[in-house]
């Protein structure tokens, strides 16, 4: 056993270094938690009791998880509560260890991501593959990336952002935390300190000259909430996308357009309607690309993504891995004293930092955010933060650099209280656990909300803490309050019978009254007209133009834009894609089975969630893998599991689950990209032959180059590329011949083939029997070349027509 004196564990600890320095009078609240971890992850070592810590009573050192031996110093203990299925092994002691968990997937990156992203890897296979579809898809194209937490989604779009400069890419955020996190993250990789997030706490001038760069060019990137966009901004983005100049409309943490889509944040379907007219106002050959990043997507997120947001070419990257950090604990309470009582105890426990997510931050049915930071401050700590859907955007940030310790000592903050929009995106690597006080009321939020913890790729720990209360509360969120289908019909007929339509469209008086409304013009009667509407485009029976609200102060909060997205429509145009929609019978037949679905899909959420909290006889991840698996037309996307830590696990006395091996990701639908005219014109047919007399490396060279700035994209070779193209194209990548082959090949981008000495026969054969199915493949080969596929014939006379360089070159 060894005993370590405060200063050496402090060297070892920053966050508790810090506070020693900021407070002459510690809390021992707050840093006999942080002294614990240290020693619990030197294998339960102890501490000498000195006279800078003669202040902490004995009850505080038992209380946090310590003994006292000799009379001279106190050894850390196991933490083993029997009120959860420890079943030996300690909750925080692979998280006070930071236990390695994330396996190394790492592989070498495209140059092009290299320049952009500065960044020497991929972080996996599953990135590659984004960056790469994202990179080749063309105008008017959807692309939808669903990568683990961890996996740099962020890069995917900041990598043909900054490639395409100076054209323009909107990305839209849910929270303005996430906005001002990207922010700081761009200015850090670029250099440039300049604006680039659109949010409410901006002054009126800041406001103004975003929205002026944005509509002259000179923005090459706007970071903004639906609402801003389909408000202040959308006259901007009109602009940019009718002259060309908008590239890229990037939606992050996407899977929350169906979570919160229909009601909560209807912005998110303005936006598709955004969206669309910004598409039709591009010329033809600039169209902007739309890309959907998520950790986490479901089949009825997956449709609702590509109901809202359909592409020219559609593209599923997935590459969805369970996460092998968190360790799952769970304990049902039976009063809420007692889930104060177990909160407190793990929180003297548990090493930092932590979130401590809850329902609702009014309601005092379940723990609300008030709630549980009383609990905290009477147990004496200080170093903690609350965060509601009300609080200021720079009261999020200051929670977030207080985590990261990016701030003054004093500000420093141990634990956060929030409600389920905090953490969305958020970069904060360490964190060591997440604590539900609450039930989620669906599968997604819970799994979204433990991702916050262990992004550095290391053990943490995921605890839920509920009682009935909760699942009460929980049960009336899942159960949005939709409408019936004979008031849906009611309402139809009334909005319809007093709009005027044109061509199948129709204008929509949104304060239309049924008989049973009083006051038409009332907050309530517009909001379920809409939300008639919204399940009416859900059930693909009208595609609903949300229109621009007018008169939008350039100074308006984000509250006030939310407030007007929700209270202050009074019209709408909708495109009826049905005929029948005028019979009673078939209009409501529609609706109830549209409605039937989103509750399917709501109560199958929350009965995830509740299967996992009561225990499951499987393990919690493999069930996750299995509610995660994407249905497709042409199969089944499965998700991969890995496992931190489990009851059913550690049941069976189970080690860490972890893939070592990369995943290859798995990727549905194609995009495909033309080359130049000029190279189409001479490769009829998608074919092109090129041969040379031996080694001939300045020709060599000149043709790299030529092929890439007509559109080449991609460069195989039996080893690494030689020479590389010094075209200023930015996005190309090469490949070797192993490599293509275990790829998926459903991006489609004209390539550049080397055959030469390596290389097996049957591997170009087959590399060249795939390649033939794809947009324009130019082999370069030397003149006596033995066709890969047998028989008498060369290359150049199998795969043609033929050029020698020096010709080709004079054409090109």
Not at 231 to 246: D, I
Not at 732 to 738: A, G, K, L, N
Request: net charge neutral; charged share 25%; proline share 6%.
């Amino acid at each position: 056993m060894t005993i370590y004196p405060l200063q050496e564990i402090a060297e070892a600890c920053p966050r508790l270094a810090r506070r020693l320095e900021s407070s002459g009078n510690p809390r021992s609240a707050e840093i006999l938690p942080l002294i614990r971890s240290v020693l619990v992850a030197r294998g339960y070592q102890s501490v000498v009791d000195s006279s800078d810590l003669a202040f902490i009573p004995a009850v505080e050192w038992r209380a946090h998880g310590f003994v006292r031996e000799a009379g001279l110093y106190w050894r850390a203990q196991p933490w083993l509560p029997s009120w959860l299925d420890a079943r030996g092994t300690a909750p925080d002691e692979d998280a006070a260890r930071c236990s390695p968990r994330r396996p190394n997937w790492r592989l070498t990156a495209d140059r092009f991501y290299t320049i952009a992203a500065k960044r020497s890897d991929y972080l996996s296979p599953g990135q590659k593959a984004s960056v790469r579809a994202l990179g080749a898809a063309r105008g008017g194209d959807s692309v939808i990336c669903v990568l683990p937490t961890g996996s740099g989604k962020t890069d995917v779009v900041l990598t043909r952002a900054i490639s395409n400069r100076p054209r323009q890419t909107c990305l839209i955020v849910p929270t303005t935390a996430l906005a001002l996190d990207l922010e700081r993250r761009i200015q850090e990789l670029t250099g440039e300190h300049v604006l680039f997030a659109y949010h409410g706490d901006l002054t009126t001038s800041e406001k103004t000259d975003l929205a002026q760069r944005v509509r002259e060019g000179t923005q090459w990137l706007i970071i903004s909430s639906p609402e801003a966009a389909c408000t202040v901004l959308s006259q901007s983005l009109k602009v940019s996308a009718s002259e060309g100049r908008l590239d890229l409309l990037a939606i992050d943490e996407a899977h929350i357009v169906a979570e919160w889509g229909d009601a909560f944040r209807p912005a998110f379907q303005a936006f598709a309607g955004l969206r669309r007219r910004l598409i039709d106002l591009a010329p033809a050959d600039r169209k902007p690309v739309t890309v959907m990043l998520t950790a986490t997507l479901d089949d009825y997120g997956l449709e609702a993504l590509r109901r809202l947001f359909p592409g020219q070419h559609e593209v599923l990257v997935s590459a969805q891995v369970t996460r092998p950090e968190p360790a799952w604990w769970m304990s049902y309470c039976t009063t809420e004293e007692e889930k104060r009582e177990r909160f407190l105890e793990a929180c003297r426990h548990l090493p930092r930092p932590l979130i401590v997510y809850t329902s609702l931050h009014t309601s005092e049915d379940s723990t609300n955010v008030s709630i549980a930071m009383s609990w905290l401050r009477a147990a004496g700590l200080k170093a903690i933060a609350g965060v509601t859907s009300g609080v200021s955007a720079q009261r999020r940030q200051d929670a977030t650099r207080g985590l990261r310790l990016a701030g003054d000592p004093a500000e420093d903050v141990d634990i956060v209280v929030a409600t389920s929009a905090f953490g969305l995106g958020m970069d904060v690597p360490e964190v060591r656990g997440v604590i539900h006080l609450c039930v989620p009321e669906s599968v997604d939020r819970l799994y979204q909300e433990v991702g916050r913890s262990g992004r550095d790729g290391r053990a943490s720990v995921s605890m839920v803490l509920w009682t009935d209360s909760d699942a009460k509360v929980a049960h009336g969120m899942a159960e949005a309050r939709l409408l019936g289908d004979e008031k849906a019909w009611r309402r139809w007929r009334s909005m319809k019978s007093r709009g005027s339509i044109e061509d199948d469209v129709l204008g929509v008086d949104l304060t239309a009254p049924t008989e049973d409304v009083t006051y038409p013009w009332s907050d309530a009667n517009r909001y379920w007209n809409t939300q008639t509407l919204s399940a009416m485009d859900r059930a693909r029976m009208i595609t609903v133009e949300w229109p621009t609200p007018p008169n939008i102060p350039i100074d308006a909060t984000d509250e006030a834009l939310q407030d007007i997205f929700a209270t202050h429509r009074n019209s709408m145009t909708v495109r009826i894609q049905h005929s029948d929609l005028s019979d009673e019978a078939t209009f409501r037949q529609r609706f109830r089975d549209a409605q039937s679905k989103s509750r399917t899909a709501a109560a199958a959420s929350l009965e995830s969630a509740t299967k996992i909290l009561n225990g499951l006889d499987t393990c919690v991840n493999r069930y996750l893998a299995d509610h995660y698996r994407l249905s497709m037309e042409s199969g089944v996307l499965p998700t991969t599991r890995q496992c931190g830590g489990c009851p059913s696990c550690r049941a069976r006395r189970l080690p860490p689950a972890l893939v070592r091996h990369p995943m290859s990701p798995l990727i549905n639908g194609t995009l495909t990209t033309s080359a130049g005219p000029r190279l189409r014109h001479l490769a009829p047919g998608g074919r092109l032959c090129v041969w040379t007399d031996g080694f001939q490396p300045d020709a060599v060279q000149e043709l790299v180059d030529r092929l890439v700035s007509q559109g080449v994209m991609a460069l195989v070779a039996a080893g690494a590329w030689s020479p590389p193209p010094r075209s200023p194209q930015p996005i190309w990548w090469e490949d070797t011949v192993t490599s293509w082959l275990a790829g998926s090949n459903n991006v489609l981008v004209p390539t550049l083939v080397r055959v030469d000495a390596g290389g097996l026969a049957s591997e170009w054969a087959l590399v060249l029997t795939r390649l033939s199915r794809g947009p324009l493949t130019v082999v370069l080969c030397t003149r006596d070349a033995a066709s890969p596929f047998g028989g008498p014939a060369l290359l150049r006379e199998s795969w043609g027509p033929a050029y020698y360089i020096d010709h080709i070159l004079r054409r090109l």
